[in-house]
């Protein structure tokens, strides 16, 4: 069974860092590009970051650019995402989710998400 | 502003059938990217509803199903049950952007 665990949310203060943890199982995580997408409270999805299973790509939105990395340990199945000088508009649900290995990475959908996990940026 | 437009909300009783539309551009869209579609009850996670526009994953109702032309998309509920209320988003992506996209996502009520 495909699973994904989001960790690593909690408050921290306007310009602070945050590192967030995403647990994969249930297939072979080496094999797919995996991405973050996040949902402010009462809000929509909004797509954060991409990278490829080997890492050999990585993008972000526009509003994360310079402040947030993602990386990934295909050894550990683990997917990160590290988030420097954080801001009060990034407080949102945080989802790692698969895409789906059958379509080119820019067609495809997102078929697995994770339960999520909460970054409140306040002071 | 979401780059796909989508209504904010939509209701009807059960064991009638809705439609969802989602409206791009010529670099989403309209130039041929794939829309897939999720579904999102409150407080859980998105989970995917349609892939490559019309395609159901294993273990989704064929009440469910997707359509595409032009610049835009439609999600179709045929049936509507009371569990199927929900949030319905479509997401695509967008060229000009070199980003992945959502709608703004549209909530659906059973009466």
């Known amino acids: 069974e495909v699973q994904l665990v989001e960790s690593g949310g909690g408050l921290v203060k306007p310009g602070g860092s945050m590192r967030l943890s995403c647990a994969a199982s249930?297939?072979?995580?080496?094999?797919?590009?995996m991405v973050w997408v996040r949902q402010a409270p009462g809000e929509g999805l909004e797509w954060v970051s991409i990278?490829?299973?080997?890492?050999?790509?990585?993008y972000y939105a526009d509003s994360v650019k310079g402040r947030f990395t993602v990386s990934r340990d295909n050894a550990k199945y683990s997917l990160s995402l590290e988030m420097n000088s954080l801001r009060v508009e990034d407080t949102a649900v945080y989802y790692c989710?698969?895409?789906?290995?059958?379509?080119?990475?820019?067609?495809?959908?997102?078929?697995?998400w994770g339960q999520g996990t909460l970054v409140t940026v306040s002071s | 502003q979401s780059v796909l437009t989508q209504p904010p909300s939509l209701s009807g009783a059960p064991g009638q059938r809705v439609i969802i539309s989602c409206t791009g551009g010529?670099?989403?869209?309209?130039?041929?990217?794939?829309v897939h579609w999720y579904q999102q009850v409150q407080g859980k996670a998105p989970k995917l509803l349609i892939y490559?526009?019309?395609n159901r994953p294993s273990g989704v109702p064929d009440r469910f199903s997707g359509s595409k032309s032009g610049t835009s998309a439609s999600l179709a509920i045929a049936g509507l049950q009371a569990e199927d209320e929900a949030d319905y988003y479509c997401?695509?992506?967008?060229?000009?952007?070199?980003?992945?996209?959502f709608g703004g996502g549209t909530k659906l009520t059973v009466l």
């Open positions: 249930g297939f072979s995580f080496n094999k797919y590009n």
């Open positions: 490559n526009n019309i």
């Open positions: 989710a698969r895409l789906d290995i059958l379509t080119s990475y820019d067609e495809a959908s997102f078929d697995y």
């Open positions: 010529s670099s989403n869209i309209g130039a041929g990217y794939n």
């Open positions: 990278i490829a299973s080997s890492g050999s790509f990585i």
């Open positions: 997401q695509s992506h967008d060229s000009g952007l070199s980003s992945w996209v």
